[in-house]
């Protein structure tokens, strides 16, 4: 599976968790949301989820109840700044990540940000999304390997060995 990304939605991409001009090493996520009385509080995350978020970026989506997370902000190690890597306004998801993007699945999305421009039926069939579990910017392959070969109480191995064979 490559890690290439397509995009076919409006939402702009920024590269700043995994750029090379950083260090290779976990830098500080804050965090911007909503609370239930309207105003936004700033959040840090604590040092041992820095280094969870900046292994599977993905899953800064999924830290907080839907609608709640409004902006992530990440400082890379050896720098003095924060840099927003994903941003949203009302129900309009601006910018994010490559890393994010690379990382994200259907299921967080139908979740938890469902009524946003994340959940787009087209962006899922660009990139071949059938379940849950699949990339939302990442083509996702289906190999034959993986496929059950018994269809309602039939035998299909022979049938998926000869198409594995061409």
Known sequence: MTNSITNITDIRTVDIINNDHYENTPGKFRFITK?????FTCNDARDFDDKRLYENPASVLGSYKKGALQAVEYKPAGSDNFFTVFAKKGNK????????????????????WYNTNLYNQAQYKAVNSKTWASKVFVMNEVKIEDLDPVIAGVDFSDSLTQLAAL
């Open 93 to 112: 998801v601006l910018f994010m990540d490559e890393a994010i993007m690379r990382g994200l699945e259907v299921g967080t999305v139908n979740q938890l």
């Open 35 to 39: 609370c239930k009385a309207g105003y």
